[in-house]
């Protein structure tokens, strides 16, 4: 016995069984320690002994008499009976560990099942997919996404999407392909959609998701030898998606894809077809604007006005022509002045002017009611109230003579022929005429009305010729104009400032008295000059015969030429006379915009006034510009004349530009660049001469103003800018930089 045996016993005696067995353990008694352990009920201690020693059995017997269930399945599993040890488990409710031992032994179905009875889900879907088990394997995993917190939003959770590719995996292992597809599908992976439909036999599908992930060959390869009206749903839409709209349409066309058929028929722009078939998908407003992008206002009306879209219904209706349909609907909508317009335009003239009466002043549509009403009133021969509108339109708001208005001034000077004003219906009629000489019946009341006016003054003035010195301070000119002084006179006549009897103002007067070629001409060179209104030009008034001399009337300007300005003691500087010569210039392309090319431009012909404000007169030889010039016969000032034009070539706005060039030569070095004893001096030195350098007359020029000057000044006009817009832009770019 060992030196434990003592303590045992001393245990035994005080009733330390568990202390007792576990000295008598440690002294190698192991028959004395069972005892101790069975007699304090420490069966535990007393199995584990008897498996020590090599007795199993009994180890169990103790254990199983006991019902110690947790120690006998682990008694079980280190004497290798695990089924045993599950068994037990199981039978104990302890299915939790029999599920990790059958896990252990790697047996993974069986694991999985009883991990789905204890709610581990995601646990069993991966054991269930370890075994192949496919079916129930979705189903653990369906269940696990089920109970997924239901606050989240599952499908934007990067646990759930790997779940549910890890579902659509599932599918495919057990051959649910459409449900693998379908999965795959909504996590956009289209490429394993498609090849799972494949699998599944389902080619339309597949070449859908397909179309999806932008593989359209490879959907058009999967959609071959298809003939289904599905099939030729998806080619359209692949051959669509590829702009090739006339193949979508092929394919699309009796189907009832409306909407992609109108989309295709929108970018082939055939709107009326796009129009048809969006009518055809309900999408009726979207159906009349394409109706009316196709011209079919008809149609487009139909549609609006039954929606109640009465504006554009109307706006169809008067398209359409139907104007008394669309009076109706802008009356609804309280459009005054559509209402009156396509009152007018249907013949119903009084019923329309009520509503053109009541057009705002302030209303863009205004100038065009007073129009349609100038037009009622002419038609229903109330002449004076007809003229005063058409004079109203001319002088208020802008109705330049153009193709487009001419009727205005033709009806103008009809009313005012029919209320016996002779002289001002002639005006009006001699500027259609200059403009459109075959203008309805122009030139025959044009005639008529001239040979009445004429008859009138042969009997108030003699036919002697006029002479200069008839022209004196208090002569009457055509009953009109009396002469308060001389301001002025040149190679073709006097320049007077006179009292205008009839409109009582001031106005220059110029009488040619001096003036040769034909006289009808001339006319209508001024007529053209009386048409350019600008602030920097000097407006023509009236133009007329007095004792077989031409005359005009002009405004009147106060100041002095620039001639005179240039050569005066006080300089300007290099910025001021920038800002005078750009102003110039924008005088002179209104004319041009106008089709006039001045012919005459020099330093007498530009008054400045008092504020520096530039005024060109003397329009005088101004000419009509219409691309096609012709030759005129030589006129203007020797020194600004450019070289075609003293050839008698064919002139151009560029001709003008080259005057402006030696303008501007003078203007900042102080000198004319060409001078000599006679005109064919000048002249020759015009064609053959290259312009000096003005930087040789002033070094402050800037180098860009001299190229800018030369380049004005070219000999050869297709060298030169090619008009004065472009002239201007240079200009104020470089006063840009150098303000700067």
């Given amino acids: 016995m060992g030196k434990w045996s003592k303590s045992a016993r001393q245990a035994l005696r005080a009733k330390e069984f568990l202390q007792a067995g576990d000295f008598y353990k440690m002294d190698g008694s192991y028959r004395a320690a069972i005892r101790a352990y069975l007699k304090g009920k420490h069966f535990i201690n007393a199995a584990v002994v008897y498996e020590q020693i090599g007795k199993p059995k009994k180890a169990e017997k103790i254990l199983r008499k006991q019902l110690l269930w947790q120690d006998l399945a682990s008694f079980l599993v280190r004497?290798?009976?695990?089924?045993?040890?599950?068994?037990?488990?199981?039978?104990?409710?302890?299915?939790?560990?029999?599920?990790?031992l059958y896990e252990k032994m790697n047996r993974p179905e069986p694991a999985a099942y009883l991990y789905m009875e204890l709610g581990f889900h995601e646990k069993a879907g991966r054991l269930f997919t370890k075994s192949r088990n496919f079916e129930q394997a979705i189903i653990a995993i369906e269940t696990a996404m089920s109970k997924l917190d239901t606050k989240m939003e599952r499908t934007h959770?990067?646990?759930?999407l790997k779940m549910k590719e890890w579902l659509a995996n599932l599918h495919l292992g057990a051959r649910k392909y459409v449900q693998a597809a379908e999965l795959f599908s909504e996590l956009l992976k289209h490429d394993l959609a498609a090849k799972s439909y494949l699998k599944a036999e389902k080619p339309l599908e597949a070449?859908?998701?397909?179309?999806?992930?932008?593989?359209?060959?490879?959907?058009?390869?999967?959609?071959?030898g298809q003939s289904s009206v599905d099939a030729r749903v998806l080619l359209g839409k692949i051959y669509a998606e590829e702009g090739d709209m006339e193949k979508a349409v092929e394919f699309l066309k009796d189907t009832s894809e409306h909407t992609l058929l109108s989309e295709a028929f929108e970018q082939m722009g055939l709107y009326k077809e796009a129009?048809?078939?969006?009518?055809?998908?309900?999408?009726?407003?979207?159906?009349?604007?394409?109706?009316?992008?196709?011209?079919?206002?008809?149609?487009?009306?139909?549609?609006?006005?039954?929606?109640?879209?009465?504006?554009?219904?109307?706006?169809?209706?008067?398209?359409?022509?139907?104007?008394?349909h669309a009076a109706k609907l802008?009356?609804?909508?309280?459009?005054?002045?559509?209402?009156?317009?396509?009152?007018?335009?249907?013949?119903?003239?009084?019923?329309?002017?009520?509503?053109?009466?009541?057009?705002?002043?302030?209303?863009s549509n205004y100038p065009m009611a007073k129009r349609y009403m100038a037009e009622i009133f002419y038609t229903i021969r109330d002449f004076n109230i007809s003229s005063k509108l058409f004079e109203e339109l001319i002088?208020?708001?802008?109705?330049?003579?153009?193709?487009?208005?001419?009727?205005?001034?033709?009806?103008?000077?009809?009313?005012?022929e029919s209320q016996g004003k002779g002289e001002e219906a002639l005006q009006y009629f001699e500027r259609i005429y200059t403009r459109k000489s075959d203008y309805l019946d122009t030139k025959q009341?044009?005639?008529?009305?001239?040979?009445?006016?004429?008859?009138?003054?042969?009997?108030?003035?003699?036919?002697?010729?006029?002479?200069?010195?008839?022209?004196?301070?208090?002569?009457?000119?055509?009953?009109?104009?009396?002469?308060?002084?001389?301001?002025?006179?040149?190679?073709?006549?006097?320049?007077?400032?006179?009292?205008?009897?009839?409109?009582?103002?001031?106005?220059?007067l110029k009488m040619l008295i001096h003036s040769k070629g034909d006289l009808e001409e001339l006319k209508a060179e001024l007529i053209t000059a009386r048409e350019l209104t600008h602030p920097y030009i000097i407006k023509v008034f009236d133009i007329g015969q007095w004792r077989d001399v031409s005359y005009f009337t002009m405004e009147l300007v106060e100041g002095k030429t620039l001639k005179e300005f240039i050569e005066s003691e006080t300089r300007s500087s290099l910025e001021q006379n920038l800002l005078l010569f750009t102003r110039i210039c924008e005088g002179i392309k209104a004319a041009h915009d106008q089709g006039v090319i001045h012919r005459d431009l020099k330093p007498q012909n530009i008054i400045i006034t008092a504020d520096g404000t530039p005024k060109i007169l003397d329009f005088g030889i101004a000419r009509r510009y219409t691309g096609q010039s012709k030759k005129q016969g030589v006129s203007g000032s020797p020194k600004y004349m450019a070289p075609e034009q003293i050839l008698n070539e064919d002139m151009d706005p560029r001709t003008d530009i080259y005057a402006l060039g030696i303008i501007m030569y003078y203007l900042f070095t102080g000198k004319e660049p060409f001078t000599g004893n006679n005109a064919n001096e000048i002249l020759l030195k015009q064609i053959n001469q290259q312009l000096p350098d003005p930087m040789l007359l002033n070094r402050e020029i800037p180098f860009w103003l001299v190229e800018i000057i030369q380049h004005c000044s070219n000999k050869n006009k297709d060298l030169r800018y090619s008009d004065v817009q472009e002239l201007l832009s240079e200009l104020k770019l470089n006063m840009v930089d150098l303000n700067s």
């Avoid at 004196?472 to 308060?484: L, V």
Wanted: hydrophobic share 35%.
């Fill in 445 to 508: 009341r044009m005639r008529a009305l001239s040979e009445r006016l004429g008859r009138i003054k042969l009997v108030s003035h003699s036919s002697a010729p006029l002479t200069a010195k008839e022209l004196k301070p208090g002569q009457i000119i055509a009953d009109r104009f009396r002469i308060d002084k001389e301001i002025g006179k040149g190679g073709m006549g006097y320049i007077f400032s006179v009292w205008d009897i009839s409109l009582s103002r001031t106005v220059a």
């Fill in 79 to 100: 004497q290798h009976r695990e089924h045993e040890a599950i068994e037990v488990y199981q039978l104990n409710g302890r299915k939790f560990e029999a599920a990790e």
């Fill in 207 to 224: 070449a859908s998701e397909l179309i999806k992930a932008g593989r359209l060959d490879n959907a058009k390869t999967v959609l071959e």
């Fill in 395 to 416: 002088r208020k708001h802008g109705f330049t003579l153009s193709e487009t208005n001419m009727d205005i001034y033709y009806r103008l000077a009809r009313s005012l």
């Fill in 330 to 363: 802008y009356k609804l909508v309280k459009d005054n002045y559509k209402t009156g317009e396509c009152l007018f335009k249907s013949g119903k003239l009084q019923d329309a002017l009520p509503f053109l009466q009541l057009v705002d002043e302030h209303d």
């Fill in 157 to 160: 959770t990067n646990k759930a």
């Fill in 275 to 324: 129009a048809e078939h969006l009518e055809k998908s309900g999408k009726l407003i979207r159906a009349a604007n394409f109706y009316a992008k196709a011209h079919e206002f008809k149609k487009a009306a139909l549609i609006y006005e039954e929606r109640t879209y009465h504006q554009e219904a109307a706006v169809c209706y008067e398209k359409a022509d139907n104007y008394l």
